[in-house]
């Protein structure tokens, strides 16, 4: 079988989630597979720094940039070009003039459960003409996929719903963390702590400021904590933005830009000791697909808070401490219980090295497999 894999996102650690799902999909398919043929289209620069060199694997630059007019007109004619089999596409952006055999990997539906005008920087008619084209091209992907693949139970059922669609069209096949790097012992984390200037103790957040992060209650919770003389502070890390400034505005409205730290964007080898320092990884989402950071803290050993929201119940069972979504005061319960009980903290890091466990890369590579497989014969068939 001659599988493409379209792996633009592939590269770069400010792609995270997309970019971080394609790097380990296909670092671990090629462990697993020596038979099939493999197409990789990737960006220019990765050409030449490709990491995972095999001789069944032929790496293609596909210089489109994502969403782009470019990919829909010009990613349809490179694909054919290489006369594939079976197409992947590890996001929803399938070209809606590609019409060979492809399977696609929808992780959510968030653009479509919060198509709002606040969570864009463009104008109402920019943002009208964006999300015609967004539906247009999800539903090109939903429905003319050979197979959806998805990231959680709770994704695929979103899925089903929205779409109508029979649930043997979709399979799920979780994520999974990796360590960053070697665990920091105690003078490593305290190094990276006084280059960030961060005191302890505080709550940290990893990623974007998009709306459905909710990350309003976070600012909301720091100004009760300062309210009662709690010390505990608020480190978020995220690449620098219009959402991250709104955030920042919105804190200084709220007179908390003392206790609230964002430090903007951090490579992923010093996340290793922002996550061991942390008091506790706090998480208000409304709306996730899988919801990697929270797995992340675990991996770590730091306690995690989180909103009782989508998927997150399924991904992270009852290795956190749930608070309702927008209650301010659960949260701060959380916090106090976790400042007030020794023993339910260290139970908490325990029971996370334990959920962390149950996840695989390596094993949703082989389930991606058995699907281009099954899709492969089927095909044959017909």
């Not at 089903?160 to 105690?186: C, H, K, Q, T």
């Amino acid at each position: 079988m001659r599988i493409g894999i379209d792996a633009r996102f592939f590269g770069g650690e400010q792609s995270k989630g997309l970019g971080r799902y394609t790097q380990k999909l296909l670092r671990y398919l090629f462990e697993l597979d020596h038979t099939n043929q493999y197409v990789v289209f990737v960006p220019e620069e990765m050409v030449q720094r490709w990491p995972y060199p095999h001789p069944n694997v032929t790496v293609v630059a596909a210089p489109y940039a994502w969403y782009s007019l470019a990919e829909q007109l010009f990613m349809p004619l490179l694909l054919r070009r290489y006369k594939l089999d079976l197409v992947h596409f590890p996001h929803f952006n399938v070209p809606l003039l590609y019409r060979g055999p492809f399977v696609v990997t929808i992780h959510d539906l968030i653009i479509s459960r919060f198509p709002t005008e606040r969570a864009t920087t463009l104008g109402p008619m920019m943002y009208q003409f964006k999300q015609f084209a967004y539906n247009r091209v999800i539903r090109h992907a939903a429905f003319g996929a050979q197979h959806i693949i998805t990231v959680s139970e709770y994704s695929k059922h979103d899925l089903m719903d929205f779409f109508s669609l029979p649930a043997e069209r979709i399979s799920v096949m979780y994520e999974a963390v990796d360590e960053f790097g070697p665990w920091p012992n105690d003078d490593q984390v305290t190094t990276t702590l006084e280059r960030y200037h961060i005191k302890s103790p505080y709550l940290l957040y990893v990623g974007n400021a998009y709306p459905h992060k909710n990350l309003t209650s976070l600012v909301l919770t720091m100004q009760q904590l300062k309210k009662q003389g709690n010390p505990t502070r608020c480190v978020l890390v995220g690449k620098a933005d219009y959402f991250y400034d709104r955030l920042q505005q919105y804190a200084w409205s709220k007179d908390v830009e003392d206790v609230m730290q964002f430090i903007g964007f951090v490579p992923d080898k010093d996340l290793p000791s922002l996550y061991r320092g942390a008091f506790a990884y706090l998480f208000p989402s409304r709306y996730e697909g899988f919801g990697l950071p929270p797995l992340e803290a675990m991996l770590y050993g730091t306690p995690v808070i989180s909103a009782r929201t989508s998927c997150l119940p399924e991904v992270l069972d009852d290795a956190v401490l749930y608070f309702e979504q927008d209650d301010i005061s659960g949260i701060i319960s959380q916090i106090q219980r976790l400042q007030t009980d020794a023993a339910l903290r260290l139970d908490l890091i325990e029971r996370g090295r334990k959920q962390v466990a149950r996840y695989s890369w390596k094993r949703m590579a082989k389930q991606t497999l058995q699907a281009y497989e099954k899709i492969f014969a089927k095909l044959k068939t017909k």
